[in-house]
Every structure is written in C-alpha cells, then in structure tokens.
C-alpha cells in the first residue's frame, strides 16, 4: 500500500490510498460497533473520495476480528443516536458518485448489514455472517435494511432475515445475491483488486434503485410466511413489524417504503416490548459479573471433567462439555445403564447432525473425548467433578464424602442439586472451600441457563471458575445463593401452591394454563406438570392422599408419559380436559369446605404472577440474587418467561409496583398462610421506587 493519509487519530476511521482506490478502514474494538465517531468518519470519508479526481473507487474494510457487528446499543435513547444518524449514512454512502466497495469478514449484522447493502458491490470472505438481528431487540433495521434487503437478496431471504434475526453464512449470502464475490485468503488485497475491475462500471447498481427481485411478492409469500412462524412469532410485535415493512418495500417506491419503516421503527423503539428486550440485552451480560470479587481472583484451570450419573442430566450435562472439546470421564453404578447413557448422547448427537447442525466428524470427534467407566475412583485425576444423581441429601452426601478421598488437591466438587442446601453438603467434607451448585436446567445440553449457586464457605477462585467455565460451554451462568430451590424453583413454588389452590376454588387445570400462555409462556402450571411428570417428588404410597396430586399419583395419572395426568392425551400427547381430574377437584374441595366460585383470569394473575414477584422481591433482600436482572435472566432461560416482557422483575416495574401491592393485598385473605408479603417490595412501592435501577 502506499501513499498513506491516515485520518486524525482522535476518529476510529482511518483512510489509505492503494493506487487510485481510498480504503476506508474501521479500528472500534471490540466489534466496530457503528457509535457517532464511526458514523462521522464514514461520512468524512466518503466526502474525501468525491472531492479527491485521482480517487476512482471505494474499499470500506474494518479492522479486528469483524465488519461493522451492528450499532452501538449504548446509545439508544440518547441525544447521540440522533446525530449523523445511519439512514443518513448509509444514502451517503450509496449516493457517491464513485464505486463503494463492502470488504466483509467476522459478521456484518443491523446497521453493519445496512451499510454493506448501500455500498455497490459486496466482496466478502467465505467464513462470514450476515443478519439483521435488530428483531431480536425488539426492533427492525431502521437505516433502510427491510427496502434495501428484498431488493438485493429476494423477498423470502429479507423476511427469513429481518423476522427472525438469525444471520447467514456468506455462501448462502452469494447464492441469493446478497454478496458479489466470496475470496479466499486475505480479505483486503481481494476487496481493492475488485475494486479496480468495477471502478468504470456505469451506471453504479444502487440497491435502492432494483425491482428485478421484487418480481415474486405476491400476498401468498407474506401470508404463508407468517403462518409458518405463527407459534415462533407468538406474542412478539416486532417479527411482524418487520414482515410489515418488507412487503412496503414491495408495495412502495424506495423512497415511500423508507419512511413506512422509519415508521415501524419508532413505534417499535417507543413500545414496552422494545425496552424488554434491550434492558433484557445487558441484564444477560450484567449477570456474568461477580459482586465484590477480588481483583487479583483468578479461575482455576479446568482440563477435564467428571460427571457422576449417566442419567437423562448426567448424560446432558457431559454432553456440554464434549462439545467445547473438553474430555470427561462419566460414572454410573452398572453397565447397563452407563451403555444406556452414553447411547442416548451418540443418538442426540446424531439427531443434532442428522439437520444439518454438526458433521459426522464432529460427532465422533465429541464422542471421543467421552470416557465411559463404573470406576469411581477413575475420577481421581478429573479437574471438575459434577455430581447429577437423585435428589436426596443423604445420596448426595455420601457420594461427596468418597470424593473428598480419591479427588485432587484444588479439585471442584460440584452438585447439580435443584433445591437442596449446598452449604449442608460442603460441611460434610475436609474441603468445603471447593464445593459449589452448578444447577443445570433439563434438557442439560439445550437449555441455556446455569444457576451458580454460592455456598457460605465457597472460594471465590472456585466461584469465577465455575461462571467463567459456564460461558465456555455456551451456558448463561447466574451466581445465586443458598436457599431452597434457589432462585428459579424458589420463585416456582408459590405459583405452583397457589395454582392448586384455585383448582379447588373454581378453576380448572385449563383456564389457569390459558392464563399463563396468553401471558407468554410456553406452557401453564399444569402442563408443565404433565411434561415434567406429575410424581416428581411424590411419596410413593397411593393410600395417602393428602392432595389432588397424590389422588392423581395413586391412579398411575403421571402425566404425558403415561397418557393422563391433569389432562387426557392421545397417542400424539395432544391434551384434553378430564372429566375425572375435575371430579378429582371437586371431591377434595368438598372434602375441605372449600366453596367454589368463578375464578377471574386477573386473579389467577395476581395469585400466580404477582406472588412470584413478592418471592423475587424476597431473594433480593437476602442477598440470594446480586442484582433483580439475574431473577429476570434466570427466568427467562430457565423457564419460558417471555423475553418482551423482560422477566419477572422488569415486568413489574412496568406494571407499576404499587399495583402489584395492590393486587396482592385484595388477594391475601385467600393467600394464608402460604403468603407473606416482601418488605423491599412494600417499601419500594410505597417510595414509587422500581427494581431495576
């Protein structure tokens, strides 16, 4: 390269001539992220190319591990989001009178997308990634993406695209059109040398400008769209915002369909579903950080894994780290059930690839590292051990008290335990500084969340170790503390309790489920109960019946797996209501003088909703959580709770505390003795104070 003008080093845009091209280079680490300075830099540069004659092209190229990855979120809702704004730049860009060349690796996602898409050509390396996951936020692409999009890379592509936020390879990128050419080696000399071909091509093919990929936008396409991803869409406003504003681009002149999306955009971004996602955004990284660790803290190294159980969470939780390539020797107690095990992960596996999402070489490659064995003390050289066997305390301690023999010096003992005391278990062993709670969600190797609970006497090193390793297997890890059932199932306690309750007061298993899935959940109380299985924790004796669950349990009414529980299935696990189970309630609200009565879908709300609120509010006066955005990201990880409303926490803060108080307390007579009311959440109500801060 030669003749160097580097622009002022206080700007992240930099500017270089390569003969008569001007390479614009990005340097905004981590991900140059498109903030003000950026933006203006663009603008700059592209100034400099038309007022320099010996310039005949544009390469806009970024440095780092990445092409322009999106805006920068710590802007929205400041005055900085509105100067030199991207939908300005971007017609900028796309308006200069000379060639603009888009050198993309890494990801070019949102306003990165839409800065390639207003560049005339798009050259990029064959490993990256293209989105616009701006739906993800709640929003869509503002800076003219949804117009520009369908014109360049077809209708279906923009609306796979923009409506699920989920980004394309560059091969899939060339194949529709979205990118000009794919190179192999170093991305820049490629980038100028197409640069130089195209710089006397004229007219310059501006993306605004196509209609010849709008050829196939017929209502069907939406319509059919839509109807595919009705249950994925459920719920959410901006998926269909953003097919919205697609077909305007079909509908409308560039021009026209620019301010319909402008349009959208704005009544996205001034929704409550829009700040959901975005407080949601930073409660998921905030959650990594650990309250009041030591600087100078640092992991331990963990090379290998144990696992003690080849169950349905053993085999899970193995199967997290065999994918992040670290080996793990897995325990059981016969063979049988250890060959068992380690069938189901192959099968998994092969499930996994058998769509796409693995190679046959990966596969076996994760198998590889799995060392299936009935030799407990096989464990003896493992860095991490990871017990997931049945949930009783005395089985737990008794596998921790030959642990504490066999394992290494500075070993992790860890308990996949839901809800009992880890503090219990690390006092029954000579190192109690070295056993904390990984709490798995089921199914192990899906589910995203980890809740890391904190024992009294945990090290802080073991502590990091065990979040920073969360993130290392892809998990959303969240520090919790002792309690029973910690902060997910402690919170699902009181909805469970008084879910019940109402069945004998009036509702049925269906009305409350209603309830709670057209709130956004997966699934309500009672289905949930029906997939999980209905005698989890049940006593085992079918002549004591203290409940409508143990008379359930007794008349093998287990759930989905044995075609009956709170519901009837059919061969296809399709549920209806049942006569029996409502003849079931009703004979035990007899049983117990409950008079029933028409139950409202508010209260079911207050008495099921708001009462987990009350428990959140509970676990953040005892230090249980660090912060009400971790209950929020356990929440919706761990159990459903819908992203646009932000989690428990979040979502009360919008409904406004006191009217949670109030809620409450027109339900608390029917609530005891089961309900106690939380004082943080008294006084912060009385304050008109909110959770989040």
């Not at 710590?74 to 030199?84: R, Y």
């Not at 993130?471 to 909805?495: D, E, Q, S, T, Y």
Request: net charge negative; proline share 5%; with cysteine.
């Amino acid at each position: 390269m030669t003749d160097v003008r580097d622009a002022p080093t206080t700007s992240p845009i930099s500017t270089r001539k390569h003969g008569d091209v001007l390479i614009v280079l990005s340097n905004n680490p981590p991900v140059n992220a498109l903030g003000l300075a950026v933006r203006q830099g663009l603008v700059a540069a592209i100034g400099e190319a038309e007022a320099d004659d010996s310039v005949k092209a544009v390469v806009i190229a970024c440095e780092g591990q990445t092409f322009f990855a999106g805006a920068d979120v710590s802007e929205f809702g400041t005055p900085k989001a509105f100067e030199q704004p991207l939908p300005t730049v971007v017609d900028i860009i796309e308006n200069c009178s000379k060639p603009v060349v888009a050198a993309i690796h890494g990801t070019a996602l949102g306003g990165g997308l839409e800065v390639a898409l207003a560049s005339h050509y798009r050259v990029a390396l064959p490993t990256a990634k293209l989105g616009t996951p701006e739906v993800k936020l709640g929003l869509l692409p503002g800076a003219g993406g949804t117009q520009r999009l369908p014109r360049v890379a077809g209708v279906r592509k923009a609306l796979e695209m923009c409506a699920t936020g989920n980004p394309i390879g560059a091969k899939d990128g060339f194949d529709c059109g979205l990118i000009d050419r794919l190179v192999e080696g170093e991305l820049l000399p490629h980038a100028v040398a197409y640069a130089e071909e195209v710089r006397d091509v004229r007219p310059l093919p501006k993306s605004s400008e196509r209609q010849d990929r709008l050829n196939d936008c017929t209502a069907d396409v939406f319509e059919t769209f839509v109807k595919e991803n009705g249950r994925k869409f459920r719920g959410f406003e901006a998926p269909l915002k953003n097919v919205e504003a697609v077909k305007a681009a079909c509908e409308k002149p560039y021009a026209e369909g620019v301010i319909e999306e402008r349009k959208l955009f704005m009544e996205l971004m001034s929704g409550t579903q829009a700040k959901a996602q975005q407080y949601f955004f930073f409660a998921e990284r905030k959650a990594n950080k650990i309250e009041g660790l030591a600087d100078d803290v640092r992991p331990r190294d963990i090379k290998k894994v144990g696992v003690i159980g080849a169950g349905t969470m053993g085999g899970g939780i193995s199967m997290n780290f065999l994918s992040a390539g670290i080996p793990v020797t897995i325990v059981e107690m016969n063979q049988e059930a250890l060959d068992r095990g380690a069938g189901i992960m192959r099968k998994n596996y092969e499930a996994t690839a058998s769509k796409g999402r693995m190679t046959a070489q990966q596969v076996e490659q994760a198998m590889g590292y799995l060392q299936p064995t009935l030799d407990f003390a096989a464990l003896a050289d493992c860095d991490l051990i990871i017990e997931a066997v049945y949930e009783n305390m005395d089985v737990k301690k008794e596998i921790f008290g030959r642990l504490d023999k066999i394992a290494k010096p500075g070993a992790i003992l860890a308990s996949n335990t839901s809800y009992l005391d880890i503090n219990e278990i690390a006092s029954s062993i000579s190192r109690p500084g070295d056993v904390v709670g990984m709490h798995f969600f089921s199914p192990a190797n899906v589910m995203k969340l980890l809740e890391v609970v904190r024992g009294d006497k945990t090290s802080p090193d073991v502590l990091l170790t065990a979040m920073q390793l969360g993130k290392r297997i892809k998990k959303v890890p969240v520090v919790a503390g002792v309690c029973h059932g910690f902060i997910g199932n402690r919170m699902l306690m009181p909805r469970q309790i008084e879910a019940t309750k109402l069945l004998l007061e009036g509702a049925s298993p269906e009305q409350v489920d209603r309830v709670h899935v057209e709130f956004g959940m997966p699934m309500g109380p009672f289905q949930m109960a029906d997939l999980a299985g209905v005698d989890i924790g049940w006593h085992r004796d079918p002549n004591r019946i203290e409940n409508v669950r143990d008379a359930l349990c007794a008349i093998d009414r287990w759930g989905q797996k044995k075609g009956a529980g709170f519901y009837d299935y059919d061969e296809k696990r399709r549920p209806t209501p049942s006569p029996v189970v409502q003849q079931i309630i009703e004979d035990f609200a007899k049983k117990q003088g409950v008079e029933r009565r028409e139950i409202s879908d508010q209260e079911i709300v207050e008495r099921t909703l708001y009462t987990m609120v009350n428990e959140g509010a509970k676990i953040l006066e005892e230090g249980i959580a660090q912060r009400a955005s971790d209950i929020d990201v356990v929440w919706v990880y761990g159990y459903g709770w819908p992203v646009y409303r932000g989690g428990p926490m979040f979502w009360a803060d919008t409904e406004g505390l006191q009217a949670i108080v109030d809620g409450l307390k027109r339900q608390e007579e029917r609530m005891k003795p089961d309900f106690s009311f939380s004082q943080l959440l008294l006084d912060k109500a009385a304050k008109g104070e909110k959770f989040g801060k």
